[in-house]
């Protein structure tokens, strides 16, 4: 057996050292490339979200179509929205509201709690 010479040596380590860095360069592509294993699990974590948004959507969108069709055959449904939205009321009924917030912020504590007018 012929003992290889020291150039074929080298040229066989130096190819060998070339494949091993061209194969870790492949495999860093492959996960963090612009296509790579990452920007495709970001990618199915996005159109999941997507598809929740879609379903909370529809749900929604449901929800607006029974409402409408409630407001358009259902005299009931019209006088409740009128008498919550509008406030109205039937003959005869006294209707009360009650101010969601405090006083105003352009009225002071002191010019509520005066007295009235003798």
Do not use: W
């Not at 380590?13 to 495999?27: D, S």
């Not at 358009?72 to 449904?77: G, L, V």
């Amino acid at each position: 057996m012929d003992k290889p010479s020291s150039s074929a040596v080298t040229l066989r380590r130096n190819a060998t050292f070339v494949l091993v860095l061209l194969c870790l360069g492949l495999l860093a592509h492959e996960i963090f490339g612009q296509h790579g294993f990452l920007a495709l699990r970001q990618e199915k974590n996005e159109v999941e979200s997507l598809r929740r948004q879609i379903r909370q959507l529809q749900q929604e969108n449901d929800q607006l179509e029974k409402h409408i069709k409630a407001l358009q055959s259902d005299p009931k449904a019209i006088e409740r929205l009128a008498r919550e939205q509008m406030h109205m009321a039937r003959p005869g009924e006294t209707i009360y509201s009650v101010p969601e917030n405090g006083p105003q912020k352009d009225q002071s504590p002191a010019a509520s709690q005066q007295s009235p007018p003798k």
